[in-house]
């Protein structure tokens, strides 16, 4: 097995490995726990997984997280199919923005595998952004007020005082759960997490959960969090994965954040995701 790195921050591809044949104790099972933790995002080309492998491989790295909100694939309770049809255009879709999942739970989930099933002939990609990176490269007078700071996060997409517009255009491939009051619970998480393993800090906001800084108002944080963004998703920090038929992806959601891009109206999409999970933040 061997890892290539993808850019000088962000993801590694990995060959000489079959994934439907891995064990899960064995010396590379151990190999890409330690390589998760180095790259953030681990990439495999031409790898025949069904679900069921796929569910294997995922517990390679935590039990397997059914995460709330998203109704799964009718194939498997574990499993939730990333799905925009052809004759679905112009629509906001799953993931369309910087994010690290579901990141308003108590425990946000620890990664996601995805594997790709049906892709479009162009477009589809996936962005991800080193969060340790963006950390240990914050601007010191940046740094200064936000180290040690909790950020409240809250389940804004499907609770009510942050819900979308009513009218928005989305994706009804993937069926989400909207107007749930208990989404609009706040929970604060530390602005720096750290990585349990290494003990490196990963900056731990985002733009679609992220609302405030614990002990001050929306609008006294706007500023400091918009600066915090636009460092996170610095171009430095990201890799972009093209999709090809057998592609498998695993990324750390504690020390990166994703993004998945839009671009391909007209044609179908179909990638199945699982989820293992993770910690509190500390």
């Known amino acids: 097995m061997r890892f290539n790195p993808l850019t000088g921050h962000t993801g ?34 031409a790898q025949d997984v069904d679900l069921a492998a796929q569910k ?41 923005d910087w994010h690290s999942d579901f990141s308003f739970l108590e425990k946000p989930p620890g990664g996601s595998v995805l594997v790709a099933r049906d892709l479009p002939p162009y477009g589809g990609d996936t962005l991800w952004a080193n969060q340790i990176a963006a950390w240990e490269t914050l601007p010191d007078d940046l ?3 936000v180290e040690g700071r909790a950020a409240i996060h809250v389940g804004a997409p499907y609770g009510v005082a942050h819900a979308p517009p009513p009218d928005l255009r989305v994706s009804r491939s993937v069926k989400m759960t909207r107007g749930d009051p208990a989404a609009d619970r706040e929970i604060p998480h530390p602005i720096a997490r750290e990585q349990i393993s290494t003990g490196r800090k990963a900056l731990f906001v985002n733009p679609i959960y992220t609302t405030r800084i614990e002990g001050h108002s929306h609008g006294e944080s706007a500023d400091i969090l918009d600066r915090l963004y636009r460092h996170a998703t610095r171009p430095e920090f990201i890799c972009r994965l093209r999709w090809s038929p057998g592609t498998v992806a695993i990324w750390d959601n504690r020390t990166t954040l994703h ?24």
């Open 56 to 96: 294997r491989l995922t517990e390679v790295f935590g039990p397997i997280l059914r995460v709330p909100y998203i109704t799964p694939s009718p194939e498997d309770p574990d499993v939730i199919a990333v799905l925009k049809e052809a004759d679905e255009v112009r629509v906001s879709i799953f993931g369309g």
């Open 259 to 282: 993004y998945a891009i839009n671009d391909y109206d007209g044609h179908r999409r179909l990638l199945h995701r699982t989820t293992f999970a993770g910690e509190r933040p500390v």
């Open 12 to 45: 590694a591809e990995v060959d000489r490995i079959d994934l439907a044949k891995l064990a899960p104790d064995g010396d590379q099972a151990h190999a890409l726990r330690d390589g998760l933790d180095r790259f953030g995002v681990l990439v495999f080309r």
């Open 143 to 145: 740094r200064g007020k």
